[in-house]
């Protein structure tokens, strides 16, 4: 049985939890395919940059359970995921992931609506009369 990597990424409110395995480069994403999930070009240069970078593509399967967020956020936070996992295996490719800003959790988050108030910060218009 091939070792499997398990980590975990996010982003805004989507989670990325993947299990990677030594083999071709197959990526199975919720049940499809990576072409198939990700239909834009960008998105899916996003989730292979990791693999790019270190010069690994092609040689680990990628399983993945996506949730939460838009389609954006789940793609950086499978970013993450991965580069995550290519430094558990292999702690050399650490300074070059790090380096890139690939294993740096983005804290940002939507701020939440707070009462009395349109919307965060938004307030309701003023009326003189």
Do not use: H
């Not at 954006?72 to 702690?91: N, P, T």
């Not at 939507?110 to 009462?115: D, I, L, N, S």
Request: glycine share 8%; hydrophobic share 35%.
């Amino acid at each position: 049985m091939a070792e499997v990597t398990n980590t975990l990424g996010r982003r805004k409110t989507a989670v990325a939890r993947l299990y990677m395995t030594p083999g071709n480069g197959a990526y199975l994403i919720n049940g499809r395919t990576l072409e198939d999930y990700f239909p834009s070009e960008i998105l899916r240069i996003i989730v292979n940059q990791p693999f790019a970078l270190t010069k690994t593509e092609g040689s680990y399967d990628v399983k993945v359970n996506l949730d939460g967020g838009g389609i954006k956020g789940q793609a950086e936070a499978l970013r993450l995921a991965i580069s995550r996992a290519l430094q558990e295996i292999d702690a050399e490719r650490r300074p070059a992931l790090k380096k890139e800003g690939f294993l740096t959790r983005d804290p940002r988050m939507v701020e939440r609506k707070k009462p009395g108030r349109k919307k965060a910060r938004r307030k309701f218009q003023f009326s003189k009369r």
